[in-house]
């Protein structure tokens, strides 16, 4: 056995002392990135669903902070500092007080479930910070106490003083915002309320939601309050032996049971679940310290995605940055009728749950199948079914591509709204009306979402939504060769002209495939053989009386295989195409319409929808098939797309994404034997970015800032891969992951 088989056999048995549950195991493969005056690294810390944020930005020196998450949180500072001798020393997520410095070599490491600083005194004490944003498994929201753990909106901090002295130390630590403390009792900000006068606990007004507060509770020491400068906060008077330290514990909570967001479509607010679990932030806090070994050691069992990898660095600092990136884009909400709702925001731009980007970012829901469920029951209701016509808003132009679901079929919408409303679209240009793509991602992923949950009472329910879907894009198909050609709209690779707009677009028929496949599997194995009843005794008013008395389960057994046989075909048809097309270029070409000068052009993100075939261990030969004609293409294009900056999206322009490019490697790695990896150009590209995560290039000296996007977390593709997963294998890949007794 080796020796780090040995750690991890004692690191899963010793984690559940509250000794060590106190902390969050960082990876030894992890880079500690320093933080200096040249750092402008921003990371996103946000608890799941609840939005509530402590964001930390070496730039400003300082961290955003909210009940409501990254889009409207307050800009502070965060003194951690020790004093030692009349010199305080403090952490870099502060500006520098009058009599203050910083302490030396500080660095700055990340876990999936937390962000570590690290620093040294000048008088050799080695101190650290961790934000914990606490996180376990939750297969769906029956499991409360998981759900609780997951969506509570509260972070521990965690502070480790050691002195690596020969001799007694006597310091004080400080910890607190530059914030008015607030007397939530009295309901006023009040000035001089540290000086000894308060004991474990300090109250602050949230300027970002009119009735919410945060809260700062020491856990396990007594501490004081304390004023110093416009910080103000808790103290602990520390004495550390030779070689000793101490661990200081924290929970930074808060609560917030206003409006969330508006749901224009059924014209109610929505707010967080959590206001169903707890009903004022003093529940929060004690929740948070009578759980705080139990939720601790749920995190650092987490943490084995990361323990447990041989993967780079590198790779493991992009899991975990791009994780704490979908986290901070979460909303779980509820009605005021106790219906929950999810949602995922697309970053800055505020777009909401954007089917494209859940094509990437919903990986994670093998870790909560519950948040894609959601979204796939809400995608349904926003369906678009007659042409509509556009007025141009804010100076741009109408665009009119995709408007066609009155002929054709209709198209799921692109999104549902912008925070803080949900709407039946966004209004910008092009986003909602991207037909031919978005149809076939429902059906990827309602494929998806089957495998990793066995749900298949609500897969079943679904599967007619998804035919009319499927259907809809038979009727794009206008010349017989199985790829639409007409009203296909835009696809998700807005920075590509080819593959963005040219009709017989080789990506989207692969997306075709891939659905048509996946589609047909649902149907042929979630069929209706009728002749039960599937509720109790129903009693109805219809005026005249008593009405249905009994619910009978139809049979359609004839009708699913019907429309199995039809989609395969229609996925064998294109997949004839495609080999027509290879034989005629050697390669398969980004468009098989010749009206395009550079249609011609290869790309090696094609196989984008291979990503879920693959992970489900899906056994198709039409599936099959496609890989390995694929193959090809992509051993070609990758070296004529590799450049200084990337691994451009197509053979002839000049962006890169890199979400998609990770995607390409990940689909690469597991059907065509590749080894390529792109993190290094997405590493280097977000080390030391404001907007992490930061997906792109345009060009060799241009960036696309994408402003905290959600999607690079398929980066957990390349680990899913190392361990081999499939969704048969679900349950022994998360057990590492679950603690015990769950």
Do not use: C
């Not at 899963?12 to 500690?32: E, H, N």
């Not at 209709?410 to 999104?415: F, I, L, S, W």
């Amino acid at each position: 056995m080796t020796s780090r088989n040995i750690y991890l056999l004692t690191f899963s048995f010793l984690f559940f002392s509250s000794v060590f549950a106190a902390r969050i195991p960082i990876d030894k493969d992890m880079p500690a990135i320093s933080i200096n005056d040249d750092s402008q690294l921003g990371i996103l810390n946000s608890r799941m669903g609840s939005r509530f944020s402590l964001n930390f930005f070496s730039g400003k020196r300082g961290i955003h902070t909210g009940a409501l998450g990254f889009d409207s949180d307050e800009y502070s500072e965060l003194l951690v500092g020790i004093e030692q001798d009349g010199k305080l020393e403090i952490f870099r997520l502060a500006n520098p007080l009058i009599k203050s410095s910083y302490l030396q070599n500080q660095t700055m490491q990340l876990a999936m479930t937390g962000m570590q600083l690290k620093g040294t005194s000048s008088k050799g004490l080695e101190m650290s910070v961790t934000a914990v944003s606490p996180f376990t498994p939750a297969n769906s929201l029956d499991e409360t106490e998981a759900i609780r753990l997951q969506i509570s909106p509260f972070f521990y901090l965690l502070v480790k003083v050691k002195n690596t002295t020969e001799t007694s130390v006597n310091a004080k630590l400080f910890v607190g915002l530059k914030k008015l403390p607030y007397n939530p009792i009295m309901e006023y900000a009040v000035w001089g309320y540290g000086y000894g006068r308060i004991a474990n606990e300090i109250y602050y007004k949230d300027q970002t939601a009119s009735n919410a507060l945060i809260a700062l509770e020491s856990l396990n020491v007594k501490t004081t309050g304390f004023e110093k400068e416009a910080f103000n906060g808790l103290s602990y008077e520390l004495s550390i032996a030779p070689k000793a330290d101490v661990d200081v514990q924290y929970s930074y909570s808060t609560y917030y049971n206003g409006r969330v967001q508006r749901d224009n479509r059924i014209n109610l607010d929505l707010k967080y679940y959590y206001t169903s679990f707890w009903k004022d932030i003093y529940e929060v806090k004690t929740y948070a310290k009578a759980n705080f070994d139990k939720n601790m050691a749920a995190s650092a069992q987490f943490e084995n995605l990361l323990l447990r990898s041989k993967l780079s660095g590198q790779d493991k600092w992009m899991m975990a940055l791009t994780f704490h990136a979908d986290l901070a884009n979460t909303f779980l909400l509820i009605d005021e009728k106790q219906r929950p709702y999810f949602y995922l925001l697309e970053g800055r731009f505020k777009h909401q749950s954007t089917v494209d980007v859940a094509h990437e970012t919903e990986l994670v829901a093998l870790f909560n199948p519950w948040r894609l469920k959601l979204q796939l029951q809400q995608w349904s209701n926003y369906l678009a079914t007659e042409r509509v016509k556009r007025e141009p808003e804010r100076g741009r132009k109408a665009f009119y591509q995709g408007y066609s679901a009155a002929e054709y079929g209709p198209y799921v919408m692109h999104d549902v709204g912008d925070y803080p409303f949900i709407s039946e679209s966004s209004d910008y240009d092009f986003g909602p009306y991207m037909a031919a793509e978005e149809n076939t991602n429902y059906a990827i992923l309602l494929y998806w979402y089957w495998k990793i949950s066995g749900d298949d009472e609500f897969v079943k329910q679904k599967l007619g939504f998804v035919e009319m879907l499927l259907h809809s894009l038979v009727n794009r198909d206008i010349n017989g060769n199985g790829i639409v050609d007409h009203a296909q709209g835009w696809t998700t690779f807005d920075s590509s002209k080819s593959l963005r707009i040219y009709i017989e677009n080789t990506y989207v028929g692969v997306k075709q495939i891939s659905a048509y496949t996946m589609s047909a599997e649902m149907f042929r194995s979630l069929i209706t053989t009728g002749d039960h009843e599937i509720g109790e005794l129903v009693k109805m008013s219809d005026g005249e009386g008593q009405g249905f008395k009994n619910i009978l389960d139809v049979p359609n057994e004839a009708l699913r295989l019907r429309q199995a046989i039809l989609y395969e075909n229609e996925a064998k048809k294109i997949l004839a195409t495609l080999k027509k097309a290879q034989k005629q270029y050697g390669y398969i070409p980004v468009s098989l319409d010749k009206k395009y000068a550079d249609g011609n052009q290869m790309s090696v993100v094609l196989g984008d929808a291979l990503l879920y075939p693959g992970f489900t261990g899906m056994n198709s030969p039409i599936i099959t098939e496609t890989a390995k004609l694929l193959k090809t293409t992509y051993e070609k294009a990758y070296p004529m797309s590799l450049k200084s900056y990337g691994v451009t999206l197509t053979s002839g322009e000049t962006p890169t994404w890199y979400s998609k490019i990770m995607v390409s490697d990940i689909v690469a790695q597991r059907w065509f034997g590749s080894t390529n990896n792109s993190v290094r150009f997405v590493y280097q590209h977000n080390v030391n970015s404001p907007f992490t995560y930061n997906d792109g290039m345009e060009n060799e000296s241009r960036s696309w800032i994408g402003y905290f996007y959600p999607r690079g977390v398929v980066t957990l593709g390349y680990f899913m891969n190392e361990e081999g997963f499939r969704t048969d294998k679900k349950e022994e890949f998360l057990r590492p992951l679950t603690p015990k007794g769950e």
